[in-house]
């Protein structure tokens, strides 16, 4: 589908020209160590090495369409520049591909995107993720060719936080405040006079402001502490008084479930429950494939490996959840690629949970005896890194891993 208007030019669904790019798809990303796991229960046995791979992993339908809609960008339009608003997904090996496919890629400004280098007849790629509404204006005024990848599961946030705002209610949103899909998500209330919002990291985060509605807040602390995760406009005193909970899609589902209900008690404690009736909503807005992952995992941990792997980007919100899920229950890495295990060295590098900075560790793998391995990967993890990585630990016991193929 497309349409055009003063120059501007918007797609969103495809150029129908999904089987031209698909053996490329298949050639870059998938992986058949991941194929053979699926053949045989999702676990493989090598000497004393078992892999048990989650039964939900990798690319989500989300990305998957995104990812082939910015192939296909490429197809249609051979010859023109062609510009991506910061990353497609979170995953350093398909932004490497795209830069390969000569698709630059624009630079933050302020809350959006620089779009300086962009001239009308070029092309710019939306992200899984979407842009802020100021974005999307700006593009439109410029008259450019838009190429909208939007997941389906963030356009339906952002319908919820829309209403929250047309019925007069604040947005409190479950997320990262710096992160590109909640910051599109939070943009959404700006359609609306007096619309406004406040992004909630965790439960702690959601606790000051539960402080906050039940009177027991500090107006200049609260202010101070979220200067950078709230509208332009946004006073305590006046916007926590009708709430509609929403949630960045990746987040861990049962934190933005147990937000929302903890939130809701404290707007009944503050004003009573026929209030809270009239003033308080909230929807699980955790899109499916975040969900499954997380469910499958959990369903892995019912019989617990003895260490786990968690492969993806390190600023991939989904896998970050996987990754402290797993941590939960038994020793996690989660790394990037499978270039992070050592098999000379014996260690891994992986970022530990809840921090900034990668690591090295050594021992991470027991040099003899039987091990299980748990393996899972977030939802913009091409199967051929997850194919690698099984490869990898494998070798990181001496096994050869053709002899498991």
Known sequence: MS??????????????LKTEVQGELASDYDGRLVNLLRERDFVLTAGEVTIRLAREFGFCYGVER???????????????????????????????????MRIEFLGAK????????????????LPAFGVTIQDFETLRTMGAVVVDTTCGSVLNVWKR???YARDGFTALIHGKYYH????????????YPGGTYVVVRDMAEAQVVMDYIEGRGDREAFLARFVDAMGDDFDPDVHLRRIGVANQTTMLARESLAIGEAVGQAMARA??????????????????????????????????????????????????????????????????????????????????????????????????????VGLTAGASTPNNKIGETVSRVFAARGIDPATVE
């Open 271 to 372: 004003h009573g429950d026929a209030y809270r009736a009239e003033n308080f909503r909230t929807f699980d807005t955790i899109c499916s494939a975040t969900q499954d992952r997380q469910d499958a995992v959990l369903e892995l941990l019912q019989n617990p490996p003895d260490v786990m792997l968690v492969v993806g980007g390190y600023n991939s919100s989904n896998t970050m959840s996987l990754a402290a899920l797993c941590a939960e229950r038994v020793p996690t890495f989660h790394i990037e690629d499978a270039s992070c295990i050592d098999v000379a060295a014996g260690t891994i590098r992986h970022l530990p949970i809840g921090t900034k900075t990668e690591v090295t560790t050594a021992g991470w793998l027991r040099a003899d005896g039987t091990i299980a």
């Open 3 to 16: 349409t055009a208007e003063n120059g501007f030019t918007y797609f969103r669904k495809g150029f129908g």
């Open 66 to 100: 995104a990812v082939d809609y910015a192939y296909q960008t490429r197809r249609k339009f051979p010859d023109r520049r062609i510009f991506l608003a910061g990353e497609i997904i979170h995953n350093p090996h398909v932004n490497a591909k795209l830069r390969e």
């Open 161 to 163: 936080v829309d209403a």
């Open 180 to 191: 590109e899909e909640t910051r599109a998500t939070a943009s959404q209330v700006e359609k």
């Open 110 to 125: 302020g809350h959006g995107f620089d779009y300086g280098p962009v001239k009308p007849e070029d092309v710019v790629i």
